[in-house]
C-alpha cells in the first residue's frame, strides 16, 4: 500500500547547534504550511506504505486496518429467511435481515466487516436493522458496514444518488457502486457522496470516516480501468470477477487476468481491493495483495482463520 496521508508539523523543529541547520528546517516547515509538502507527497504515493498516524478515533475498523496495510476479513451477510420459504400464494420471497441478525454477526470477534448486498433488491430497512443491530456508529469496535447498492444503470443516476444518501443516514459506514462502467460513471459516483456530505477516507483524506467503493464488471470498464483508478476521491476499487467472467463468455482465465489488471491498478493509486475468497484460495490471495477478503457460507470462519494466519494477524 501506499502512502495516504501527510503528518503535518505541530512547529517547527528545533535543532540545536549549527544555525544554518536551524534556519534549513524552519524554512521547511514554513514549506510545508504553504501546501507544497502535501502536492510533493501525493507525487510520491507510490513510493512508502501508510501509517497508523493518519487514521482518526471515528474511523470504522477496515479504515483502521488498511490504513496500516493490513487485510481486512468480512462476510456477505447471510438472509435470515429459511431457505426455500415461499408466499401464501407461492411467490419467492425477499432476503431478510433484521436487528438480531446484525447483532450476532457484531459478536463474531473474526469479522471486520459485514457485506450487505441489495444489488438485486434494495432494501432500506435492511440497512436499518443491520446498522442498529452493530451498535452505535463510530465506536472503534464497531464492524465496518458496506452496503451494495444497485447500478447506476439500474434506475438512472438520480435513483443511485438517493441510495447513497439514504444508506449512509441509515447506518452504513460505506456504499458499493457496481458496474461502474467508465470514469465518468466513476466521477459521478463520487459525486453522489459530496452531495450527501460525507467524509470520505481516500489517498488524499486520510482521516476520512466514509468508504466510497467502486466496482469493475465490464469488458468495456475493463477497458478503461487505469482512467477509473485514476478517479480521485474514492476509497476502494475492486474486480467483480464473477460478473466480469460471465461478462467475457465464463472465460475463467480472461476474468482472471482482470482481475489482476485492477489489482495492478489498485497498488499503483494506492487504494484497497476486495476480493471474494475461500479456504483454498484466501492465503493466495493475500500473498498477491488483496486487502479485503470476502466469505460466505458455513466455511467463512474457518477460511477467516487461514486467512488471518495467512496475514500474521
Not at 482481475?259 to 493509486?269: D, G, Y
Request: include cysteine; hydrophobic fraction near 40%; glycine fraction near 12%.
Amino acid at each position: 500500500m501506499v502512502e495516504v496521508g501527510v503528518r503535518r508539523a505541530a512547529g517547527p523543529p528545533v535543532v540545536a547547534g549549527r544555525d544554518g541547520r536551524l534556519l534549513a528546517l524552519t524554512l521547511l516547515w514554513l514549506f510545508a504550511l504553504s501546501g507544497c509538502v502535501g502536492e510533493a507527497s501525493e507525487a510520491a504515493a507510490g513510493d512508502a506504505a501508510p501509517t497508523a498516524s493518519a487514521t482518526s478515533p471515528a474511523q470504522s475498523v477496515a479504515i483502521r486496518l488498511w490504513a496500516e496495510g493490513q487485510p481486512a476479513f468480512g462476510i456477505f451477510v447471510p438472509s435470515e429467511r429459511p431457505r426455500g420459504e415461499r408466499g401464501p400464494g407461492g411467490e419467492r420471497l425477499p432476503a431478510l435481515y433484521t436487528a438480531d441478525g446484525g447483532t450476532e454477526l457484531g459478536r463474531n470477534d473474526l469479522l471486520d466487516y459485514l457485506f450487505l448486498n441489495l444489488e438485486g433488491s434494495y432494501d432500506a430497512e435492511a440497512i436499518s436493522a443491520i446498522s442498529s443491530g452493530l451498535g452505535r456508529e463510530g465506536t472503534p469496535e464497531r464492524k465496518t458496514l458496506l452496503v451494495r447498492i444497485p447500478p447506476i444503470s439500474t434506475d438512472g443516476p438520480e435513483a443511485a444518488r438517493a441510495r447513497v444518501v439514504e444508506a449512509l443516514e441509515r447506518g452504513a459506514d460505506g456504499v458499493v457502486l457496481p458496474h461502474v462502467r467508465s470514469a465518468e460513471e466513476a466521477a459521478l459516483a463520487v459525486s453522489f457522496f459530496t452531495d450527501a456530505g460525507a467524509n470520505v477516507w481516500s489517498p488524499a483524506n486520510p482521516t476520512g470516516t466514509t468508504i466510497a467503493m467502486i466496482m469493475i464488471e465490464d469488458p468495456g470498464a475493463l477497458a478503461e480501468a487505469r482512467a477509473i483508478a485514476d478517479t480521485p476521491g474514492y476509497s476502494v476499487l475492486a474486480c467483480g470477477i464473477g460478473s466480469l467472467t460471465g461478462a467475457l463468455g465464463g472465460d475463467r482465465e480472461a476474468g482472471e487476468a482482470g482481475n489482476q489488471e485492477i489489482l495492478a491498478h489498485t497498488k499503483r493509486v494506492g487504494v484497497p481491493d476486495i476480493i471474494t475468497a475461500n479456504r483454498d484460495d484466501v492465503a493466495r490471495r493475500i500473498d498477491e495483495g488483496f486487502l479485503g477478503l470476502l466469505m460466505r457460507g458455513s466455511e467463512a470462519d474457518d477460511a477467516i482463520r487461514l486467512g488471518r494466519a495467512a496475514a500474521g494477524r
